[in-house]
């Protein structure tokens, strides 16, 4: 390890992390200490209008606010079901992967590649799979259950689940890549000797791999609750949040309200509800795993 | 020494990328005009717009025009609250509404252009009325836009597709209008066609039903108040939405398509009509983009006949140019210029001729040799409105109820209720007053 004494070496690695750090507190901390300010404020986003304190009226307004309260439920319903099939599935594939089965490779690649789409895009491509005359409709027509034919994007029982399967089908390719990375961070010797001892396959995996990827594991739930919170262009490219609001999240009723209806500071309110509900999911997530304890 | 040259190369990056921004001293002697409209894309009318930009900027070399101008609402939308919310508002811009811009006016972030408009007889004059008056704004006075477009709304239709279901002319009266979409189910064409995940379609056809049934003046009435959105008169054009849902006159997938399928649909010939405005004219007389093109007519939405005073009401398109109130000396001068140079009478003649977009100035007419049928069809229906308004939200203060109406709009094509719809939008008023 490099240890650093002398003040032209401070000075040097200052050298290296101001740009950084400048850039960090201009676009990051600025903009969040602003969206505090403003979440406290009603302010209608024109720079001669006066900032009005109203302390937390905009946070009373958004729980009584029935838009915000779906958008809420939205979200809860997208976490919990990012990661409850995000992680168990990506660690299935990269097991599998991992064994080095014939074709792994393009397994992998095949996994990965819904990954490397601009969500925009994906969004695109599965509006026109899901819409009424769509090709999942077509299919579902084409071998004879027509029962099954349904408005996915419309209908309220499945227009929010159609896009949270999207959100699983294109996330699960990232977490099975670090997880992949993770496994082979585990030593051979371990399943070799587990081998000796006459642990089957199962066993190995429940006894050697789960507890080993344990902190990996935990990473990528953290990674997928803040991911969850985040989803935007998703919405945006599938349905707008519609119809009539039936599939808006916080984050585009925040768009909605800050950029379409002139109330910065509900929007900021709603900013400042995710990033606390954020903060406070990855902690219980990181007590849950173990993490706090591991660190200790 | 390996480390003083790192620590010299970071210190001078640092410092380059600080001062990178460039020697704009040469930009610094010119006067700078930003425009921030929707004249984006490929359009003739665009070019006629950047061409006459061009012009301009030929005219004066001291000028330096920056056209950030969006197509798209949304990319439209972000810049312009962008805009309004770091106080670097462009010299020309347009805002939707009109009831809205009060606080624009008192802010004086809007110029009034009535002064202007007074103190240039021949380029004040030649405006319609009707389209200038429409920015005056209730409370105060003057006038805060100049129109730059303006077209009426109404049913672009296949002819062919009316023709054998044994239509022989579009139905004048709403009672006609149900038996027409009986005869072009029968057979098994989409009567009407609509993409409602576009929230603004369902919202467009609204507000035609609406003029038609209570005029324009209902709309500055609720408003301000003095009507409301569960009064039984205003469910009932809600009512007529559903009349229409239930009537299948539009394809069951219509709330979860875009308006651009619905569009397509029209134009490939599975649909027999369209509720839209004069910007897809250019598209319908394409014979590559509108295989159809040739069976294509257009009428006006029909009447009720027990409201048969409000059978001229129309929904038509108006779009603004506004300026900034801030403006003073040369770039005040150089704004105005550019202003009337793209809405004067010559740019309107270029406009109409060059690309069927129609100025709302009364000087001037179309050369018929050079503009299409269903332009003119158009442009003859459009010079009948006794009353012209946008959208209904047009007079409200405000902001969300866009959405909130378009919105509770497309929630009666899923199953609620006009009354349901209506509570919903009243409730959004009672919430923000």
């Avoid at chain 2, 012009?55 to 056209?67: G, M």
């Avoid at chain 2, 009707?130 to 002819?159: C, R, S, V």
């Avoid at chain 2, 409301?228 to 007529?240: A, C, R, S």
């Avoid at chain 2, 069976?295 to 027990?306: G, L, Q, S, T, V």
Wanted: aromatic content about 10%.
């Amino acid at each position: 390890m490099i240890k650093i004494h002398k003040k032209s070496d401070k000075m040097l690695i200052l050298g290296f992390v101001l740009p950084a750090l400048l850039i960090y507190v201009a676009f990051q901390i600025i903009p969040l200490m602003g969206a505090l300010v403003f979440s406290v404020s009603k302010w209608n986003g024109l720079a001669v209008s006066p900032v009005k304190f109203v302390g937390l009226d905009n946070f009373k307004i958004l729980m009584n606010d029935k838009n915000f309260l779906i958008s809420l439920k939205n979200m809860i319903k997208m976490v919990v079901f990012s990661v409850a099939f995000h992680t168990p599935i990506a660690l299935l594939l990269a097991v599998a992967i991992n064994s080095k089965c014939r074709g792994h490779k393009l397994f992998k690649a095949i996994f990965f590649v819904p990954t490397i789409f601009p969500l925009t895009a994906v969004g695109l491509m599965w509006y026109f799979i899901f819409m009424p005359n769509g090709a999942l409709n077509l299919f579902l027509k084409s071998v004879n259950l027509h029962q099954h034919v349904v408005p996915w994007l419309i209908n309220e029982s499945t227009a929010m689940n159609a896009i949270i399967s999207v959100n699983i089908w294109v996330g699960v390719g990232f977490y099975m890549v670090i997880l992949l990375a993770g496994l082979a961070t585990i030593p051979d010797e371990l399943y070799e000797a587990a081998q000796i001892d006459g642990a089957n396959s199962i066993k190995q995996f429940f006894l050697i791999t789960i507890p080993m990827l344990k902190p990996i594991i935990g990473i990528c739930i953290v990674m997928d609750i803040i991911g969850s919170i985040k989803v935007f262009d998703l919405i945006f490219a599938m349905t707008e949040g519609g119809p009539n609001g039936l599939t808006n999240l916080p984050t585009t009723l925040l768009y909605y309200e800050s950029f379409r209806y002139d109330n910065f500071g509900k929007g900021s309110a709603i900013g400042v509800l995710l990033l606390l509900l954020a903060l406070s999911l990855v902690f219980l997530s990181n007590f849950l795993t173990g993490e706090k304890r591991r660190n200790k | 020494m390996i480390k003083k040259i790192i620590k010299s190369l970071t210190l001078c990056s640092i410092c380059l990328a600080f001062l990178a921004c460039g020697d704009e001293s040469k930009d610094n002697d010119k006067v700078k005009i930003r425009l921030l409209t929707r004249m984006a894309g490929t359009s003739n009318s665009v070019k006629v717009y950047k061409d006459i930009i061009s012009q301009f900027e030929q005219k004066h070399p001291d000028v330096i025009v920056v056209d950030e101008s969006q197509g798209d609402e949304s990319s439209f939308n972000n810049k312009l609250k962008t805009d309004l919310a770091s106080g670097t508002l462009p010299n020309i811009f347009r805002i939707q509404g009109v009831a809205n811009l009060g606080e624009y006016v008192d802010t004086n972030l809007l110029a009034d252009m009535k002064p202007i408009l007074d103190e240039d007889k021949e380029w004040g004059e030649g405006f319609n009325k009707g389209a200038l008056n429409y920015y005056t704004i209730p409370g105060k006075d003057g006038i805060y836009a100049i129109p730059m477009e303006q077209g009426l709304m109404g049913f672009y239709y296949n002819k062919d597709l009316f023709n054998k279901a044994g239509i022989e002319k579009f139905p004048e009266t709403w009672d006609e209008f149900l038996v027409a979409i009986d005869k072009l189910k029968d057979i098994n064409v989409i009567p009407i066609a609509l993409g409602a995940k576009s929230t603004y379609s369902v919202g467009h056809l609204h507000n035609q039903i609406f003029y038609r049934w209570l005029g324009v003046d209902a709309a500055k009435k609720l408003g301000s108040r003095e009507i409301k959105w569960t009064d039984p008169e205003v469910v009932q054009t809600l009512e007529f939405i559903k009349v229409l849902n239930d009537k299948d006159a539009f394809s069951p997938s219509a709330p979860g398509i875009s308006n651009d399928i619905a569009t397509t649909q029209f134009k490939n010939g599975e649909a027999a009509m369209i509720f839209t405005g004069p910007w897809n004219i250019s598209t319908f007389v394409d014979p590559e983009k509108t295989p159809v093109y040739a069976n294509i007519d257009f009428a006006k939405f029909p009447y009720f006949k027990e409201k048969a005073e409000f059978k001229n009401q129309d929904m038509q398109v108006i779009s603004p140019y506004m300026i900034s109130g801030n403006l003073k000396g040369k770039e005040k001068d150089y704004t105005i210029e550019l202003l009337k140079m793209l809405t004067s009478k010559d740019a309107g003649i270029r406009y109409v001729n060059e690309a069927e977009f129609l100025l709302p100035r009364t000087d001037f007419e179309a050369d018929r040799n050079k503009v299409g049928e269903l332009f003119l069809a158009n442009n003859t229906l459009a010079q009948t409105s006794d009353g012209i308004g946008v959208d209904v939200f047009d007079f409200d203060k405000i902001p969300s109820m866009q959405d909130r109406t378009r919105n509770s709009i497309v929630s009666v094509l899923m199953g609620a209720s006009p009354m349901e719809a209506g509570e919903e939008i009243q409730e959004e008023i009672s919430r923000k007053e």
